[in-house]
């Protein structure tokens, strides 16, 4: 077996199989030093494929754990399942309401036959509620929890941000919140619980502030792309530079937005001088439009790389807006080794970052199935035993 590093080394997870957002969860507590087991689906196993298509270096939401093949829906699997559980202190899942009790690998069954589990569940809708067992993705829960509406330019339809709000920062983060929560509470209990994360619950929670700003200033928040964080703002937002590449501007604090006044007005462009840009009218919004687009016309009369020439220095929170390419080469990125190589694959390295206990990338991805037998039987399945789950076809 591989030594763990990071804080979690000596946690034991079990994720059954599941898509995306529970890939990336148990993605994240690998990084993070647990030894997670990947449950696959047999039918993987035998096509040679995951979820997601062939293995590959490149299927980095697997990285870093181990993989036995099994038949969820034999009726010997639930007992292979809850013999595993017993060793787990943490068992992740990603079904719709219903299919784990279904399959006999339900809380009430794992959790009863190891007490201490923490027993982690991410669905859309959430475990109730009289949408929990509609199907749905990413950005169907965003939009039902009042992300969507609000991102996207005015005037235009609503645009989706990738699938990163509801699969990965409402979903996975979420439950790896929650899972760790349960284990610390665990500490002093000693005993384990159901963390039942939803990416709709997990949107909301990603937008707390904002239904604040609807509620109590029902002037202050007005339509997409006319407000203060959403590109409505003239010292807010993203700019078109000559060379058709973008860089981002946010000079919200009043000092940041003094060094952009007195940067912007050195270069003496009509409509854009000190009367224009008066600190005291900074929020008056009546004007954002006209500066907006007086902004607009300025960037695009230099390429990218001569305004970060410009404004190098300048506290007034400016950024280049980086492809993924770009990002991968940038040099702060590559001082802070924000990506690394696994196996010649470029990928995001493991984060937070950690003093005594840094989280670590084991390995590549194992394709389903690759470890069925030896980590099976280094989670305490005998040998007779797999001989015979492999023959009665459980395992694979």
Same mark, same amino acid.
């Given at each position: 077996?591989?030594?763990?590093?990071?804080?979690?080394?000596?946690?034991?997870?079990?994720?059954?199989?599941?898509?995306?957002?529970?890939?990336?969860?148990?993605?994240?507590?690998?990084?993070?030093?647990?030894?997670?087991?990947?449950?696959?689906?047999?039918?993987?196993?035998?096509?040679?494929?995951?979820?997601? &298509? %062939?293995?590959?270096?490149?299927?980095?939401?697997?990285?870093?754990?181990?993989?036995?093949?099994?038949?969820?829906?034999?009726?010997?699997?639930?007992?292979?399942?809850?013999?595993?559980?017993?060793?787990?202190?943490?068992?992740?899942?990603?079904?719709?309401?219903?299919?784990?009790?279904?399959?006999?690998?339900?809380?009430?069954?794992?959790?009863?036959?190891?007490?201490?589990?923490?027993?982690?569940?991410?669905?859309?809708? &959430?475990?109730?509620?009289?949408?929990?067992?509609?199907?749905?993705?990413?950005?169907?829960?965003?939009?039902?929890?009042?992300?969507?509406?609000?991102?996207?330019?005015?005037?235009?339809?609503?645009? %989706?941000?990738?699938?990163?709000?509801?699969?990965?920062?409402?979903?996975?983060?979420?439950?790896?919140?929650?899972?760790?929560?349960?284990?610390?509470?665990?500490?002093?209990?000693?005993?384990?619980?159901?963390?039942?994360?939803?990416?709709?619950?997990?949107?909301?929670?990603?937008?707390?502030?904002?239904?604040?700003?609807?509620?109590?200033? %029902?002037?202050?928040?007005?339509?997409?792309?006319?407000?203060?964080?959403?590109?409505? +703002?003239?010292?807010?937002?993203?700019?078109?530079?000559?060379?058709?590449?973008?860089?981002?501007?946010?000079?919200?604090? %009043?000092?940041?937005?003094?060094?952009?006044?007195?940067?912007?007005?050195?270069?003496?462009?009509?409509?854009?001088?000190?009367?224009?840009?008066?600190?005291?009218?900074?929020?008056?919004?009546?004007?954002?439009?006209?500066?907006?687009?007086?902004?607009?016309?300025?960037?695009?009369?230099?390429?990218?790389?001569?305004?970060?020439?410009?404004?190098?220095?300048?506290?007034?929170?400016?950024?280049?807006?980086?492809?993924?390419?770009?990002?991968?080469?940038?040099?702060?990125?590559?001082?802070?080794?924000?990506?690394?190589?696994?196996?010649?694959?470029?990928?995001?390295?493991?984060?937070?970052?950690?003093?005594?206990?840094?989280?670590?990338?084991?390995?590549?991805?194992?394709?389903?199935?690759?470890?069925?037998?030896?980590?099976?039987?280094?989670?305490?399945? +005998?040998?007779?035993?797999?001989?015979?789950?492999?023959?009665?076809?459980?395992?694979?």
């Amino acid at each position: 077996m591989i030594e763990r590093k990071g804080p979690l080394r000596g946690i034991k997870v079990l994720e059954l199989p599941n898509i995306g957002p529970l890939q990336h969860a148990g993605m994240m507590l690998a990084d993070l030093g647990a030894e997670v087991l990947r449950l696959d689906r047999k039918a993987h196993v035998e096509t040679g494929s995951g979820l997601q &298509g %062939p293995y590959t270096p490149y299927s980095v939401l697997d990285r870093g754990r181990r993989s036995a093949g099994i038949d969820l829906k034999h009726p010997l699997a639930a007992d292979l399942v809850g013999r595993l559980a017993e060793r787990a202190d943490v068992v992740v899942e990603g079904f719709r309401p219903g299919v784990a009790e279904r399959l006999g690998v339900g809380p009430e069954v794992l959790c009863a036959r190891n007490p201490r589990l923490v027993y982690g569940r991410m669905t859309g809708w &959430g475990q109730e509620g009289p949408l929990a067992k509609d199907v749905g993705h990413d950005i169907n829960y965003i939009a039902l929890a009042g992300v969507l509406a609000h991102v996207g330019p005015p005037g235009g339809a609503p645009v %989706p941000p990738l699938n990163l709000v509801g699969d990965f920062g409402g979903g996975s983060m979420l439950l790896v919140i929650g899972v760790l929560a349960a284990l610390v509470e665990r500490g002093s209990s000693g005993e384990g619980q159901v963390v039942d994360a939803a990416m709709v619950d997990g949107s909301a929670l990603l937008m707390s502030i904002f239904y604040v700003f609807d509620q109590i200033a %029902p002037g202050m928040w007005g339509p997409r792309g006319t407000n203060l964080l959403d590109g409505g +703002a003239h010292f807010y937002g993203v700019y078109e530079c000559r060379d058709g590449t973008y860089v981002s501007l946010a000079a919200f604090e %009043p000092q940041f937005y003094a060094a952009l006044v007195r940067r912007v007005t050195d270069l003496g462009i009509p409509g854009l001088g000190a009367e224009d840009l008066q600190l005291e009218a900074q929020q008056e919004r009546a004007q954002w439009p006209v500066l907006r687009e007086r902004f607009a016309a300025m960037f695009r009369t230099r390429t990218r790389e001569e305004w970060l020439a410009f404004f190098a220095g300048d506290e007034i929170c400016f950024a280049p807006v980086l492809t993924m390419e770009e990002a991968r080469r940038h040099l702060h990125n590559v001082a802070r080794g924000t990506f690394t190589t696994v196996d010649g694959v470029e990928q995001s390295a493991p984060a937070p970052r950690f003093s005594r206990t840094p989280g670590a990338i084991a390995h590549a991805a194992h394709a389903a199935g690759a470890d069925t037998e030896a980590a099976l039987a280094d989670w305490g399945v +005998a040998s007779n035993d797999l001989a015979a789950l492999r023959a009665a076809g459980v395992i694979a």
